[in-house]
């Protein structure tokens, strides 16, 4: 495991962007499958976006052409830009390495869990 700790949310108007980044001590450079996962309450966690070693990305059809996952290696950290923000992604929002996954690959769509989870960064989008 691996201590991940995010930073980046708060509160924008609907519109209007956030970068959360997530980091932590060399956890890039294994070439995990690593992703962001978002919670709203009352609802169930959900997969945002996922990225893989070699940099392939996947995201949730909610957030397709609004949010790009990233990684800069030199600075072990892995980032979730995201634009053109909605009040349905208002959201606690996580990070975690090393994804498990339904099937091979490291698809958005099948993640059943993580070897390392951060505390996470709430998101609030007002209308």
């Known amino acids: 495991q691996v201590q991940l700790v995010e930073s980046g949310g708060g509160s924008v108007q609907a519109g209007g962007s956030l970068r959360l980044s997530c980091a932590g001590p060399g956890f890039t450079y294994r070439r995990h499958c690593m992703g962001w996962f978002r919670q709203a309450p009352g609802k169930e966690r959900e997969g945002v976006a996922t990225?893989?070693?070699?940099?392939?990305?996947t995201y949730a059809d909610s957030v397709k052409g609004r949010f790009t996952i990233s990684q800069d290696n030199a600075k072990n950290t892995l980032y979730l830009q995201m634009n053109n923000l909605k009040p349905e992604d208002t959201a606690m929002y996580y990070c975690?390495?090393?994804?498990?996954?339904?099937?091979?690959?490291?698809?958005?769509?099948?993640?059943?869990?993580?070897?390392?989870w951060g505390q996470g960064t709430q998101v609030t989008v007002s209308s």
């Open positions: 990225i893989d070693g070699v940099g392939d990305t």
């Open positions: 975690a390495d090393d994804l498990f996954t339904l099937a091979p690959g490291c698809s958005v769509v099948g993640v059943t869990g993580a070897n390392s």
